[in-house]
Nanobody, 117 residues
Framework: QVGLVESGGGLVQPGGSLRLSCAAS????????MAWYRQAPEKQRELVAR???????DYADSIKGRFTISRDHAENTVTLQMDSLKAEDTAVYYCNAEHEIYRWKYWGQGTQVTVSS
């Protein structure tokens, strides 16, 4: 089956860290731009971090310096390392893949991240 599967969400205290992973099945990520989005309750989905196939990155201002996106071509995965988490980071996080030429898109099912004491 072709798709993306996220893992690594959970409950963490403010100031803590979480590492989200996204694994692709049925296709190879090397020609896709990869991104993490998030959607908090009653808010629109927003871009958190993006990495092109060549390794160029882009981050939302709200998480710069705290989150790091990376990809492993051999494992066909992308990760989001989240440090110094804040309550406002609480959301469902979604992995996204978009082919850089044909614009085919895939979404993961989402993983909940809750930052609370």
């Amino acid at each position: 089956q072709v798709g993306l599967v996220e893992s690594g969400g959970g409950l963490v205290q403010p100031g803590g860290s979480l590492r989200l992973s996204c694994a692709a099945s049925g296709f190879v990520l090397s020609t896709y731009a990869m991104a993490w989005y998030r959607q908090a309750p009653e808010k629109q989905r927003e871009l958190v971090a993006r990495m092109g196939s060549s390794g160029d990155t882009d981050y939302a201002d709200s998480i710069k310096g705290r989150f790091t996106i990376s990809r492993d071509h051999a494992e066909n995965t992308v990760t989001l390392q989240m440090d110094s988490l804040k309550a406002e980071d609480t959301a469902v996080y979604y992995c996204n893949a978009e082919h850089e030429i044909y614009r085919w898109k895939y979404w993961g099912q989402g993983t909940q991240v809750t930052v609370s004491s």
